[in-house]
């Protein structure tokens, strides 16, 4: 069945360092769901793309589609200490990836 | 707002006991969905619902099954509850568009702590 594998599992940044989160499916997507979880939190939808190199930006977030519709990425610039938590990615058929944890070191 | 609650934040139950973890939303969404989250695991998907008594099998069905008799309301029950059955339980729901169940974002409840002794 369908994977999606998203790394690194964990990352620990430094206050303003840049911070990236990648997600590779085994096969091809249709579109890709990012959302985010704060410690103790639920998953909250970030942003969805649907276009082939389709490129969206939301403040310091800036998601990334792949050319061929199979991988993503998920770069935040400057990371301040409110972007911690866990990221994941969703794909077809409702599968997630098993999250991105991001720590933030003020 | 879209509002997605859950009956319960945390629960503990003995083996061998049935139990129900009930979620409503408020939205008149078609798609509700049920989860649990591991630690090391993510989200998997135990059950989804695109209508009135209608169900289909997620990722890990294997000792859930599932009730939605009206459109704000799906159920999760365990028919005899297990410690590999303790986890974070989470219910989402969204809108279908286009008979297509990935094309929608999906609301979350705050969850459900299930802790099986």
């Known amino acids: 069945g369908q994977q999606v594998m998203q790394i690194p599992q964990y990352q620990h940044v430094q206050e303003g360092e840049d911070f990236t989160t990648y997600c590779n499916s085994s096969?091809?997507?249709?579109?890709i769901q990012w959302y985010k979880q704060r410690p103790g939190g639920h998953p909250v939808f970030l942003i969805q793309?649907?276009?082939?190199?389709e490129v969206k930006k939301q403040k310091r977030l800036t998601f990334q589609f792949g050319e061929a519709k199979k991988n993503s990425s998920l770069h935040i610039t400057a990371t301040q200490t409110t972007d911690v938590g866990t990221y994941f990615c969703?794909?077809?058929?409702?599968?997630f990836g098993k999250g991105t944890r991001l720590s933030v070191i003020a | 707002d879209v509002k997605v609650t859950q009956s319960s934040r945390y629960l503990v139950k003995r083996t061998g006991e049935k139990v129900f973890l009930e979620c409503v939303q408020d939205?008149?969404?078609?798609?509700m969905f049920w989860y649990r989250q591991d630690p090391g695991l993510g989200l998997r998907l135990i059950y989804f619902?695109?209508?009135?008594?209608?169900?289909e099998k997620g990722d890990i069905p294997e000792g859930y099954s599932v009730s939605r008799e009206k459109k704000e309301r799906f159920s999760l029950i365990l028919e005899s509850a297990s410690t590999n059955q303790t986890s974070m339980y989470l219910c989402?729901?969204?809108?279908?568009?286009?008979?297509?169940?990935?094309?929608?974002?999906?609301?979350f409840g705050p969850g459900t702590r299930l802790t099986v002794l």
């Open positions: 619902s695109y209508d009135v008594k209608m169900k």
């Open positions: 096969t091809t997507l249709s579109n």
């Open positions: 793309l649907v276009k082939s190199g």
């Open positions: 969703a794909g077809l058929a409702l599968v």
């Open positions: 939205m008149d969404h078609e798609n």
């Open positions: 989402a729901s969204s809108f279908m568009t286009s008979g297509s169940l990935s094309y929608n974002e999906q609301f």
